[in-house]
């Protein structure tokens, strides 16, 4: 059982010369998981594995192409760590106004995002700044702009300040968790301490770790979430997700 979190501080290119049958395999997995995802064009993306770890790298069209294709990654049983090294290549030029006056309308448009959230941008890249009560509206306000053709790249600095923690609020998590039917709750420890919840243990997928986080995020009063479970290949008696 690995776990996810530890951090890469490189990963080098093999040939294939250097991969064992496994890396070759997961390889192959995450290329048919790359064509078969309509959110992908991965006609210029190339993929290598090495003991769980997969490199992305090539160029895609937009920004939104390129998350999509890490998302894609994760969803293969036995990716333990993704390295998203795509270049995302315009088709079509845009303005930094055009992207900035974009910014604004879609940020607007969502009325769960407070109207102190802001977005700069410079050579397509989307920086967002401001304050929220929620989370959920951090993350919300990222997925506005992240679709916008002609962005880059997302950066956000926006301050998650909560209210008060609901008393029961781990409570709250746990039951989340185990009513979301993308996430096999039985093996995830929820603990809180202040406005951050914590989730250790094991799940099956990254796709999981994610969908766990994203419920735990939605919990009031909860500013951070630190996820100490990892995506590892399926336990033994476990349930392959489909």
Known sequence: MVLI???LASIGHLTTANLTPT???????????????????????????TEGTVTLTGYIDTYAGKLAAERAAKRVVGVR???????VRLRLERTDTDIAQDSARALRLLSTIPDGVQAAVHNGRVTLT?????LFQKEGAEQAVRHIRGVRNVI????????????????RIVRALHENADV???????????????????VAT?????????????????????????????????????
């Open 5 to 7: 979190g530890t951090s």
């Open 23 to 49: 890396d070759i395999r997961l390889r192959n997995a995450v290329m048919r998981q790359l064509a078969w995802d309509p959110e992908v064009d991965a006609s210029a993306v190339g993929v290598s594995a």
């Open 81 to 87: 760590a993704v390295a998203n090294d795509i270049d």
């Open 130 to 134: 401001g304050n929220v009560q929620w």
């Open 156 to 171: 956000s600095y926006v301050s998650v300040a909560p209210g008060a923690v609901a008393r029961d609020v781990r409570h």
């Open 184 to 202: 096999d709750a039985r093996h995830i420890l929820v603990t809180v301490a202040g406005d951050t919840a914590t989730l250790t243990g094991t």
């Open 206 to 242: 990254w796709l999981q770790r994610e969908s766990a986080e994203r419920a735990s995020a939605s919990a009031p009063g909860i500013a951070h979430v630190q996820s100490d479970h990892g995506a590892a290949e399926p336990r033994p008696g476990g349930r392959r997700p489909g």
